[in-house]
């Protein structure tokens, strides 16, 4: 069973993973994943996880004070007596969970030298442990870059081993999970490696449509394959793409614009003037500098550092 058990809102998991990864980097371990497995329903799952937690810690935001299932299981963590409430925004806490202290990390950002956060995690640890958290190289402060699966093994050893850089497909797959959600940040190396994805998915698309696009006569006819990827690529594309602004402190919705050239540029790719071919390149242009630009430091208006940073 898990020590500690962290409910939050899906909008805040980025806050959740780097709280988790400090606390198992002091030996602790803290449940934090909530997919609930097939088969089960959410009250019984959650339930049993907070039954055989010591401790479980509410992580209270604009999102979660909003959520439901994250009310419900401040309610039952409290009822239990293991209630550790924490600010990470400056908010109003929801009716009957303002009598229990909470523990402010609204100024935190991920440095887990900080003396809000060693206060915060030694009581956690007091809470799980029943002890004071020893002061050993449990409390070297760990990578920024570790990612979900890396807490999948952690136990109560003091040490947890660091995960390297996540992998080009790791990005892949975000992008695609995060389908259609702009919210959040996403630094180069994620906008890039989905770019190389999806031209590599489009060459391929089009040799597709090379090798088998004609009919019965042997006319070429419209490259449908492209077409499909083109389509299943753009909700994903738009999503990195606002994040990454996200991440250099700009709007997502600039995203819009820059997908407004390209269909611009490709509308008028038939038009003998160079108007069509000037807009398809402002419109790479803009892309590349989008990508290229350094993340901004520490936690914005749109999230943390998408490295902890």
């Given at each position: 069973?898990?020590?500690?058990?962290i409910?939050?809102?899906?909008?805040d998991?980025?806050?959740?993973?780097?709280?988790?990864?400090?606390?198992?980097?002091?030996?602790l371990?803290?449940?934090?994943?909530?997919?609930?497995p097939?088969?089960?329903?959410?009250a019984?799952?959650?339930?049993?996880?907070?039954s055989?937690?010591?401790?479980?810690?509410?992580l209270?935001?604009?999102h979660?004070?909003?959520?439901?299932?994250?009310?419900?299981?401040?309610?039952?963590?409290r009822?239990k007596?293991?209630?550790?409430?924490?600010?990470?925004?400056?908010?109003?806490?929801?009716?009957?969970?303002?009598?229990?202290?909470c523990?402010?990390?609204?100024q935190?950002?991920?440095?887990y030298?900080d003396?809000a956060w060693?206060k915060?995690?030694?009581?956690?640890?007091a809470?799980?442990?029943?002890?004071?958290?020893p002061?050993?190289?449990a409390w070297?402060?760990?990578?920024?870059?570790?990612?979900?699966?890396?807490?999948?093994?952690a136990?109560?050893?003091?040490?947890?081993?660091?995960a390297?850089?996540?992998?080009?497909?790791h990005?892949?797959q975000?992008?695609?999970r995060?389908?259609?959600n702009?919210?959040g940040?996403?630094g180069?190396?994620?906008?890039?490696?989905?770019?190389?994805?999806?031209?590599?998915?489009l060459?391929?698309a089009g040799?597709i449509?090379?090798q088998?696009?004609?009919?019965?006569t042997?006319?070429?006819?419209n490259?449908?394959?492209?077409?499909?990827?083109?389509?299943?690529?753009?909700?994903?594309?738009?999503s990195v793409?606002a994040?990454?602004?996200?991440?250099?402190g700009h709007?997502?919705?600039?995203?819009?614009?820059?997908?407004?050239?390209?269909?611009?540029?490709m509308?008028?790719?038939?038009?003998?003037?160079p108007?069509g071919p000037?807009?398809?390149?402002a419109?790479?242009?803009?892309?590349?500098?989008?990508?290229v630009?350094?993340?901004?430091?520490?936690?914005?208006?749109y999230?943390p550092h998408?490295?902890?940073?």
């Amino acid at each position: 069973m898990a020590d500690v058990f962290i409910s939050y809102a899906r909008e805040d998991r980025e806050h959740a993973q780097r709280i988790a990864h400090g606390l198992a980097s002091i030996g602790l371990d803290p449940f934090w994943d909530n997919e609930i497995p097939p088969g089960q329903t959410w009250a019984d799952y959650i339930e049993g996880k907070l039954s055989g937690c010591k401790a479980a810690i509410v992580l209270w935001s604009a999102h979660s004070t909003r959520s439901q299932s994250v009310r419900e299981e401040a309610r039952i963590a409290r009822d239990k007596s293991r209630l550790i409430p924490v600010l990470i925004e400056n908010v109003q806490l929801p009716f009957g969970f303002g009598e229990v202290q909470c523990a402010d990390l609204t100024q935190w950002r991920g440095d887990y030298a900080d003396p809000a956060w060693t206060k915060f995690a030694q009581a956690v640890y007091a809470a799980a442990r029943g002890e004071t958290a020893p002061r050993t190289s449990a409390w070297t402060p760990p990578q920024p870059a570790l990612q979900t699966a890396a807490f999948a093994g952690a136990t109560a050893s003091a040490h947890v081993a660091v995960a390297a850089e996540p992998s080009p497909i790791h990005y892949v797959q975000k992008c695609l999970r995060l389908y259609a959600n702009g919210k959040g940040r996403a630094g180069r190396a994620e906008y890039w490696w989905w770019a190389l994805f999806a031209v590599l998915a489009l060459i391929v698309a089009g040799a597709i449509d090379l090798q088998f696009g004609v009919d019965f006569t042997g006319a070429p006819i419209n490259p449908y394959f492209t077409g499909a990827v083109w389509l299943g690529l753009l909700a994903p594309g738009i999503s990195v793409t606002a994040r990454r602004l996200h991440d250099i402190g700009h709007s997502g919705w600039l995203a819009a614009a820059v997908v407004g050239l390209t269909l611009l540029g490709m509308a008028l790719s038939g038009d003998p003037s160079p108007i069509g071919p000037l807009i398809s390149l402002a419109a790479v242009g803009a892309a590349i500098v989008v990508g290229v630009i350094s993340s901004a430091p520490g936690m914005n208006q749109y999230g943390p550092h998408p490295k902890g940073l």
